[in-house]
């Protein structure tokens, strides 16, 4: 009985494995794009504008391109992807994930708990159909993730202030 105990659960742990869901190592920029889809100057311009969103409001948007999630859905990976990242301050929750599967032809934004006031789904669902979208369907990428980001940036704007804002403030 008790080998039969000890089989189920090995089966059981192997099967929980082998569907346990993969997610690539942390990124160390805001735009990750594992296709190659945008060029090295499209993904500077937009690396530029999210690094300074964050340096003065200190909300996270991070930007990954690739090319499928699999079997997943896609707004679960792009959540377990911002989790497993960081994306956001510690303690505010307050970042924001736009995942793009090109092959799955899928976009999804998720938001953490602190930026879902000014950032809820329905806006993510707008941003996706009105920007995201029709510049995708016309082949151009970067433009429709530069609109997307635009306008996540223009609904989240105030929402936190950076630390390192007030510090300069309090010291002049």
Request: net charge neutral.
């Amino acid at each position: 009985m008790f080998k039969k105990l000890i089989l189920f659960f090995c089966l059981t742990l192997c099967t929980l494995f082998a569907f346990a869901q993969q997610l690539p190592e942390k990124s160390n920029t805001l735009v990750t794009d594992y296709t190659n889809t945008l060029s090295d100057a499209e993904q500077q311009q937009l690396e530029h504008k999210l690094v300074a969103f964050d340096d003065s409001t200190s909300t996270q948007i991070a930007v990954v391109i690739m090319k499928s999630v699999g079997d997943y859905d896609i707004n679960d990976y792009a959540q377990r992807l911002g989790r497993a990242w960081g994306i956001g301050q510690k303690g505010k929750n307050n970042g924001v994930v736009v995942l793009v599967a090109i092959g799955d032809r899928k976009v999804s934004i998720q938001t953490g708990y602190g930026v879902e006031a000014a950032l809820p789904d329905i806006v993510t669902h707008e941003i996706i159909q009105n920007d995201i979208r029709p510049n995708f369907k016309a082949g151009n990428y970067y433009a429709g993730l530069d609109a997307g980001t635009n306008d996540i940036i223009k609904y989240v704007k105030g929402e936190y202030k950076s630390p390192r804002s007030e510090e300069r403030r309090v010291g002049k």
